[in-house]
Nanobody, 121 residues
Framework: QVQLVESGGGLVQAGGSLRLSCAAS????????MGWYRQAPEKQRELVAT???????DYADSVKGRFTISRDNAKNAAYLQMNSLKPEDTAVYYC???????????????WGQGTQVTVSS
């Protein structure tokens, strides 16, 4: 089995910062892309940022210059540093990872349970 667990969400005022963490555990052989997605009420889930095992990053236009994604391959972890937060960043943030399992050798897409980020104006 494979698990992703997010942490670090909370309530912050506009202009503030939060750092989200995502830890993957279980029968992991390797992790390719890790990413953060978010879903606001009554909206579709959208991509926030992704990072490859080699460190290549990609960001949604709405967060460029404010959010930074990083990862620690040794810890099977990813992070999202969010600065200059805006009320429109309010959403449930989900961690996603493409993981190859050592027991089945199958690569699958796994999701965490989500963490709430609320930005007050």
């Amino acid at each position: 089995q494979v698990q992703l667990v997010e942490s670090g969400g909370g309530l912050v005022q506009a202009g503030g910062s939060l750092r989200l963490s995502c830890a993957a555990s279980g029968r992991i052989s390797s992790i390719n892309v890790m990413g953060w997605y978010r879903q606001a009420p009554e909206k579709q889930r959208e991509l926030v940022a992704t990072i490859t095992s080699g460190g290549r990053t990609d960001y949604a236009d709405s967060v460029k210059g404010r959010f930074t994604i990083s990862r620690d391959n040794a810890k099977n972890a990813a992070y999202l540093q969010m600065n200059s937060l805006k009320p429109e960043d309010t959403a449930v943030y989900y961690c996603n990872a493409e993981i190859r399992r050592w027991d089945t050798w199958i690569t699958g897409s796994y999701w965490g349970q989500g963490t709430q980020v609320t930005v007050s104006s």
